[in-house]
DNA sequence: GTCTATACCGAGATAGAC
DNA sequence: GTCTATCTCGGTATAGAC
C-alpha cells in the first residue's frame, strides 16, 4: 500500500508476501476489501488507544502534536483516505472512523484550552482539532508523495512556537515506536 | 480519475469513452503515463493563469482562498499527487509544479502582508502559503472523499474571520468556472 | 487449512494492413 | 490516422480434492 498504492495490493502479492497460494487469501477475507477492512479496524483500534495516551499525558499538545506528525501513520492513513474515495462501500467506515479521531481530539482540546485559560471564542476547540489535522496531514502528504518541503521548517517553527506559548518546551524527545510487521495472527 | 481513482484510467476506457479503439490512446501518447503527464501539464499551465489572476485581483486574499477551495481543482489535484506518490517516473514533475505554485504564492503573500503592515516575523509569508494550501486542501479531502465536515464550517469561519480583517467583505461571490470537456485537441 | 485447477476478465503494448 | 489482430501478463474469485 505504502509503496505503491492500495490498487497495487492483489491477492497474488498478498500471498506472495506471506508465502501461501493467492487462494487462501480470498479463504481468509473473501473480498479484497474485507482484507482492507480487517487492516483498517486494527489501526482505528491502535490509533484511537494512542491517541488517548497522548491527550492524557503531560503534554498533551506536544504529544498530540508529535503524533499526527508521525511519517509512519500519515502515509497509510492517506492510502485509506484515497480507498475511501474510490470505493463506497468502504467509505462510510473509514469516514465513521475519522469522525471518531476527531470527536476525542475535541474533547481534549476543550479541556486543555480551558485549563490554559483561553476562551473559545477566541479560537474554538473544533478549529485547533481541524487546524492541527490539517497541517500535520498536509505537510506529510508533501513531504512523502512529493519529496517537497519548502515552507515546512517555517511552519513547524510557527505551530510549536504556539505550542510552547501554552506548554513550554517539549520535555521529551519525539516518540518512536517500531513498527511490527502484520500477521494473519492480527 | 475522480470517481475512481488514477489506476481505473485504462487505456481501454479511455478510448470507450472517446468512441475511439483503445491503441489509438498509445498510438497518441504511447504510454499511460505520458497521458497523465499531458493532462496535469494543462492543469498547471491554467492553474498558475488562475493564481496569477487571483493574487492580481482587488481582494487577493479572498481570490485565493476562493481558487484554492474551488472543489473542482482539489480532488483532481489529491488524485495527481496520489499518482506522484506511487509512480517514481511522474513524480519529479509533479512536485516541480507544486513548488511553482508555493512560489508564486509566497511573493504574492509577500506584496499583500507588507501592504497590509504586517510584520513578517510575526507571520511569515511562506507560513501563510502553508498554511492555506494545507486548511483548503484538507477539508477538501475530507469532505470529498470522505463525505465529512465535522468542523469544517467553523474552521471556514475562523480562516475567513482573518481575511476579512485584512480585506473586509467579500466583494464579489465565489467565482463558479465552468469545467471544460477534454479533447484530445487539447 | 491448504492445495490444484480453472473460469473469466481486462490490462498495456506492438505489428502490420489500409 | 485508424483499423484488426494478437501477445503477454496479471487480476478476482470459485470449485473441489486432500
Redo the contacts with the bound molecule.
Sequence with gaps: MLEEGYAAV????VAAKAQ?????V??YF???DDLFLAIHRRRVEQGLERQARALASDQPLWALWDYSRDPRGTALTMEFIALANHRKAIRAEIAASAELFRVEQVSGFSRLLEQHGMRSEEIPPIVCAVLLSSISRFLGIEHEALGMSRGHAETVAFVEGFIRRLEGDRAIARAEEPVHAITIAD
Tied chains: 1, 2.
Design positions: 492483489t491477492s497474488r502479492r501461501l497460494k493467492p487462494q487462501l480470498h479463504y473473501r473480498t479484497m
